[in-house]
Every structure is written in C-alpha cells, then in structure tokens.
C-alpha cells in the first residue's frame, strides 16, 4: 500500500547554516568570508572538523568565532572525536554534533554542551539508516540531528535523494526532534527538505556556484507561506496551435521571454512544450526546416502541474524526476491550458529571515 507524505506547510523557521568548508576548499578568506555571510542573513556558522587531509583547525574556532554574533555549528566527523569535543571555543547558543559511526563518548559531548547552555546533536552518514539512531536519541536526548545528504568531510557532493525518505521517518517517529541536514543541497532540495520539516539547512558549494552569493542564499531560505501553484502563474503564456510554422514558433518563444512555447492541439486543448533546447536538438539532428510543424517539434511528455496542486507537492515531485524543469505548464483535469510558471520565479519567493534573533 503505497504511503502519503503529508507535508507540514508554511515552516518560516528553516534557517541556513553556512559551511566555511565551502570557502577553504575555494580558498577564500574565513574572516572575510564570515562576515559577508552574517551581512546576507545566513543563521549560523558550519565548522567542519574531519579526518581529511582538506579541513579546519579547531583552533581557528577562537580567532573566528569573535567575529560574528552569529552561533557556530560544529560538525565533527572524527573517528575519534573526544578530544576535538573538548578543543573547541563552544559557546552559549552554539551547536556541537558527532557521528553516530564514531567512537564517541556521548556523556562528555552532551554534559559540555549543556554546561555552556549550548545545544549537542547525533550526526548519521548518508549510509546509515535512520533506525540505528532511534536507541542513541531516547537514550541521550540529544537536542537534534544532523543527517547527511553527501559524504562526509567534503565539500561540494550531489545530494542523495534517499535522504528525504530518512528525514520523513525520523520526522514521524520523533515529531518535536531538531533535523539538520548537509551535503549537496541546492534551491530544489532545500525547497523540499523545508516542506518535509527540517530545521536547519548547512550549504557552502551552492551558496558559491553563482555570481550572486545572497541571491543563491535565497534560494535556499525559501518562502514561509504554501499557496497554490495556480496563484503563481505568468501574466502572459506564450502559445501556438499545432500547425503553427517554425517561423510562428521561434518568434513565439522570443517574444516570450521565458524560452518556449505552449503548444494546443486542434480541440486548444494542452498538447506539449517547445522549448529552446527542443529547437537545439532539432537542429543538431538536421530535422530543422521550413516547413516542420509545431506538432513535429512538440514535446508530449512534458511534466506539468495541475490545477489543485500545492506548492510543496510540486517540489515534492519535481525534486524526485531528479532534472531540472525551468518551465512548467499548468493543465487542468479536462486538459485545458490554465498557465505556466517559471521554477526560478517561484524559488524567488523570500522569506525575510531576523538573523538578530535566531533560536534553533
């Protein structure tokens, strides 16, 4: 019997933790790079600590943590992590996590944190099954978890999809738990990860492999509200039947501004989309002429959404066909074109984060 995910709708407090892994490996200043970060709202400072040739020193931790009132999230993936537990400048309000796979002594990791009025965490690897850790959280009661989505210790893995079924079941297992999560996360992933109710988002490689770093921190943060896709619609759906000319149909798309065009069958019902790589593939394989058709052109399976669909269901889905759908029309049961909608413009959407009064 196939399960329903319900989602938890509006989460306004999904925060982003940033990875200052992310800016050594890119070898970017640390100070320079805290600072920028704390001005674009990120919600905390990711310190990784590893048994990797590539990762930072505990020490830092003093000279960097003054820089910033913004709480430091420790994440250390040591084999034995004990003593790097008791290195570390860990303050009030900070986050302090181990791994589960480790040899880890859970009462000197927990009693510091508590001593300091900071909160410690179990950490899992993307491996792990979300069951091995159910005995550690009702045994130790850790103030949350870190589950990974990529390996760890490096920076800039591919976000593994089967995180999104463990977080679901340590979601319904343990409802009040704290669910951080890391590793090869972007604007889709975070999308979904918020709507399946995790607390904390750690990025570093994504927040850099664009031009514009607080524009990419957007897309992580996210919009708080669920609102149904048909309100996001474009003002203006370009549109050809299905016997427009190729001449009808490039000039649809530039005039268009969004790459493509919808395509209506001979009843105006939803045929298919033509987008500007359809065009591409048409003319790298030679099919390209003047007399060729929308209809020829066409593509028949494109994904679409329908008219009762909720924002955090179509993340849902469109996160799972693991490829990046840039436009997406909306259809109606009856098969009516009812508009379309721009990914990037509803990833836009942002939520106005208060990183002056953060509590996780």
């Known amino acids: 019997m196939e399960e329903k995910i319900y989602l938890r709708g509006a989460l306004p407090t999904t925060h982003v933790s940033y990875s200052l892994l992310a800016a050594l490996v890119r070898h970017l200043p640390l100070d320079e790079s805290i600072l920028k ?17 590539i990762t930072l020193d505990p020490k830092l931790s003093y000279k960097l943590h003054e820089l910033t009132p913004l709480p430091f999230d420790y994440h250390i993936a040591k084999n034995l992590p004990d003593e790097t537990i008791k290195e570390v ?12 796979e480790s040899m880890v002594n859970w009462a000197l990791i927990s009693n510091r944190a508590r001593d300091l009025n900071s909160k410690f965490g179990i950490a899992i690897n993307v491996k792990t099954n979300w069951e091995d850790l159910v005995p550690h959280i009702l045994r130790h009661q ?21 995180t999104i079924e463990k977080i679901y079941r ?38 850099h492999s664009g031009a514009e770093s607080r ?40 005039n268009g501004s969004i790459g493509c065009t919808v395509v209506l069958g001979a009843s105006g019902k939803f045929m298919g989309l033509i987008t ?47 490829k990046m759908h840039t436009v997406v029309p909306i259809v109606s049961n009856q098969g009516d074109l009812l508009g379309i909608v721009r990914t990037q413009d509803v990833l836009f959407r942002n939520i106005d984060m208060d990183k002056s009064n953060v509590s996780f």
């Open 89 to 100: 400048n860990l303050k009030e309000g900070d986050l302090i996590c181990a791994h589960l």
């Open 37 to 53: 970060m704390y001005k674009y709202g990120v919600s905390a400072i990711h310190f990784d600590i590893a048994d990797e040739i």
């Open 215 to 254: 524009d990419r921190l957007t897309y992580l943060q996210g919009v708080p509200d669920n609102p149904k896709l048909i309100s996001l619609v474009r003002q203006i759906t370009p549109t050809v039947s299905y016997d427009a000319s190729l001449s009808k149909i490039l000039s649809t798309i530039e």
């Open 170 to 207: 340590l979601r319904d297992r343990f409802p009040q738990l704290k669910i951080n999560v890391d590793g090869g996360i972007d604007d889709l992933a975070a999308a979904t990860l918020r709507g399946i109710g995790v607390d904390l988002l750690v990025s570093g490689s994504f927040i």
């Open 142 to 162: 850790p103030n949350f978890v870190l589950v990974m989505a990529a390996e760890a210790g490096r920076s800039g893995g591919a976000f593994d999809l089967k």
């Open 276 to 322: 500007d790589y359809d065009i591409r593939v048409a003319l790298t394989n030679r099919h390209l002429h003047e007399d060729l058709t929308a209809k020829e052109i066409c593509n028949v399976n494109t994904f679409t959404a329908s008219e009762d669909e909720d924002f955090w269901t179509f993340m849902l889905r469109i996160q799972g066909t693991n």
